[in-house]
Each structure stands twice: as structure tokens, then as C-alpha cells.
């Protein structure tokens, strides 16, 4: 395809995402083998539905352990900019669309654009906070911590 057109159709398909308002119950959150999250309001994909309970285990305020290095502070900023971004992008956009399990695309409902609005924002208070790089490098340092002991624990059976 004509890369001269892509643009214009995908912005065209974004604006058009949000021009009619649906109301759903409930909506679901999954992720398709590519690692691309989807949400649907419909439990219709099985058991690839799948409702998403976040719970994080690092205290408010961490210990800062060490100096940050500079790639991790510039991946940081990069995912600050790009969360800034779609957050920019879909909060002007009228219609919201999504793709299904099987590649279908659909458009969402003002409850799906509503979550993945919150959803982004909550990206935008991780890594676009003062403290991000500490904090993400505390948290990374607790989970290689974490799975360590899960490994001298299994080879201890």
C-alpha cells in the first residue's frame, strides 16, 4: 500500500473512532500474541478475555538503590513522550477504533475509550513523574531480587 495513503486513512479511521457513543457493562482488557492490547466490551473471544487486577508491590516511597544509568533514564523519557502523545491523540480523537483476536476491527465504546484513556494516563504518572528513573530502577532491582529468591527456593525442593 502507498504510504502516501496510510496516513490519511489511519488519521481518518482515529477521528471516526469517536463519533459514535455506545455504552457498555463491562469492559474487557486482553493482549493478542503480539503483545498489542485490545479491549472489548463483550466477552465473545473465550477465554482470551481476560480482566486485568493490578496490584504493585513496591512501597510509595522505595529505596534508592545507586546511580540510574542513562539508558534507563533515556528509555524513561522516551515512554513519557510517547504516552504524552497518544494521550494527546486519542483525547482529541472523536471515534476510537480496535482490532479483535482475529483481526477484526471495531470501534470501541465510550467505556473502552474512557478505560484506555485512564489506562494512558496512568503510563503518562509512571514515567513522566520527577522520580520515575528511581523509582522503575528500585522496582526492577526488587524483581530481579524477587526472582532470585524463587530460584534458590526451587533448587532448595
Not at 463491562?26 to 482470551?48: A, C, F, I, L, Q
Not at 513519557?80 to 471495531?106: F, K, L, M, W
Amino acid at each position: 500500500m502507498d504510504l502516501r495513503l496510510c496516513k490519511p486513512l489511519a488519521a481518518w479511521m482515529l477521528l471516526a473512532a469517536f463519533s459514535l457513543p455506545a455504552a457498555a457493562a463491562s469492559v474487557y482488557r486482553w493482549v493478542d500474541k503480539n503483545g498489542v492490547v485490545h479491549y472489548d466490551d463483550t466477552s465473545t473471544v473465550g477465554e482470551r478475555v481476560t480482566r486485568d487486577i493490578f496490584t504493585q508491590k513496591i512501597p510509595d516511597r522505595p529505596e534508592w538503590a545507586g546511580r540510574v544509568p542513562p539508558e534507563l533514564v533515556a528509555e524513561i523519557e522516551q515512554r513519557c513522550q510517547h504516552a504524552s502523545e497518544r494521550h494527546a491523540q486519542y483525547g482529541a480523537a472523536p471515534v476510537i477504533y480496535g482490532t479483535d483476536p482475529d483481526g477484526n476491527i471495531y470501534q470501541l465504546s465510550d467505556t473502552q475509550a474512557r478505560l484506555m484513556l485512564a489506562e494512558i494516563g496512568d503510563e503518562m504518572e509512571r514515567y513522566c513523574a520527577a522520580d520515575a528513573p528511581q523509582r522503575i530502577l528500585a522496582e526492577r532491582q526488587a524483581e530481579r531480587s524477587a526472582e532470585r529468591e524463587r530460584r534458590s527456593a526451587a533448587t532448595r525442593r
